[in-house]
């Protein structure tokens, strides 16, 4: 089994973690460019002295120590940066199973197209902020794209207490809601779930486990803590089970026979017919 | 199967160029339909990014905007500035840039859906955001409610 994974954060790490501890696991693919810092000693698993090497340096450590059996390459490299994407393009078509551990946008939709274009299923967790409560979504070659996943959501459920309007003086100050942090322990559960719902996922593909109930839901969510008006209670799991939209302007692009040169001449004369007259 | 490189590049990737051809300038194109040609979207290349310009009247006054599809769009949201100078007023950013969005760096806290809206739904959106504007304008008062 071989596993690639973007992101090696304080959930990222968890899930590397467990995941590499399990025997089928051959091989690690690990795409993470940050430096260990201060501030992430409280949630991560490294110690104070690593403070200052790079995230993915320590985790090839961490998975040496443990799995010395297992081959394991890492690239200091921010995935959606245009000069790897042919490597990661090369790994990710070699792996059985895609994990995402990274909480920016841009980095989701990019790891997504990346794996439809290899048609490869992968994992993806999210810890909700504050903690209280984290989604786990599975995404397969031919159901729901991180498109069709993020406008379903937006539309029918509610993740987070209502946010303080923007900051009309200060546009570019960060916005409060996003930096209400996660307990370690929120985090690891989260994370825990991503873990299991990973191997679930590639031992499935490899032919290893039947198909079961994994079929009748795409996402799930589970509750750490009660919040009025979002959640109920503490320590329930909602499972929903998102399908492809058929209107998704992200995976209804499919990948054509026109050439690089055909693609920019088209652009070209669009463009043309566009520009001011 | 051609290389469908993953990092969205709109103008100097696959997948960019053919959501820009397939779904992106079409939509322009079918806004321009039958439209008084100084209402009309153009659209030109700068750098890396696609910049379309048009004028709007949502009242009684034209303005000239400007909405900026950035190289990440449309993971990004797209954004718009009105050119021609406005009352300081409620959700107006630095440069005259609309606070269309409300752009966050999770998926809750941003209100663009790469999945279902094009540019020209920012034209429409930038539309209802300046007959807001020309309301708040006479009554002091912004006729929509705080996004959330």
């Known amino acids: 089994m071989h596993i690639f994974q973007v ?21 690690v693919t690990l795409i993470e460019p940050d430096l260990y810092q201060p501030h992430n000693v409280y949630r991560h698993v490294f110690p104070p002295a690593a403070v200052g090497k790079f995230k993915a340096e320590l985790a090839k450590e961490w998975v040496r120590d443990r799995r010395p059996d297992v081959i394991m390459d890492v690239f200091l490299a921010d995935l959606t940066d245009p000069t790897y994407q042919s490597e990661f393009l090369r790994l990710a078509q070699d792996c059985t199973v895609g994990v995402c551990a990274v909480d920016n946008e841009p980095a989701k939709y990019a790891f997504d197209a990346l794996m439809r274009t290899v048609r490869k299923p992968w994992t993806l967790g999210e810890v909700l902020s504050g903690g209280i409560g984290g989604w786990v979504h599975t995404l397969t070659p031919d159901g729901a794209c991180y498109g069709c996943i993020a406008s379903y959501l937006k539309r029918t459920t509610f993740e987070e207490t209502v946010a303080p309007p923007p900051n009309y003086a200060h546009p570019d100050s960060a916005i409060p809601e996003t930096t209400v942090p996660a307990s370690k322990a929120s985090i690891e559960a989260i994370a825990s779930l991503h873990a299991i719902s990973t191997l679930r ?51 209804s692009l499919t990948p054509g026979s026109s050439t690089k040169e055909t693609l920019d001449e088209a652009l070209d004369q669009a463009l043309a017919r566009l520009g001011p007259q | 199967m051609p290389l469908l490189i993953a ?9 960019g160029k053919r ?13 321009n339909e039958g439209r008084d040609p100084e209402y009309r979207i153009s659209v030109v290349r700068c750098a890396g990014s696609l910049v379309l310009s048009y004028r709007l009247k949502p009242c009684h006054n034209v303005y000239q905007l400007e909405t900026r599809l950035l190289s990440s769009y449309p993971i990004v949201p797209p954004e718009t500035r009105i050119l021609t100078p406005l009352k300081h007023c409620p959700h107006l950013l630095e440069g005259q840039t609309l606070c269309l969005w409300r752009q966050g760096s999770t998926r809750a806290a941003n209100r663009w ?5 094009t540019c020209v739904f920012a034209v429409l959106a930038a539309w209802r955001w300046l007959a807001c504007y020309e309301l708040w304008h006479e009554t002091g008062e912004w006729p929509l409610p705080e996004a959330k």
Do not use: W
């Open chain 1, 7 to 27: 992101g090696a954060g304080s959930g990222g790490m968890v899930v590397l973690d467990l995941i590499s501890r399990d025997s089928g696991v051959r091989r």
């Open chain 2, 113 to 117: 859906d790469a999945s279902q809206f």
């Open chain 1, 201 to 251: 996922l590639a031992q499935l593909y490899l032919g290893q486990r039947e198909k079961s109930f994994e079929n009748s839901f795409t996402s799930l969510v589970f509750t750490l803590q009660q919040v009025p008006g979002v959640f109920e209670e503490p320590f329930r799991s909602y499972r929903f089970l998102i399908p492809r939209s058929p209107s998704c302007l992200i995976c």
């Open chain 2, 19 to 31: 959501r820009l051809l397939s779904i992106e300038l079409p939509a322009i194109e079918v806004y």
């Open chain 2, 7 to 15: 990092a969205m590049g709109l103008l100097d990737t696959e997948l």
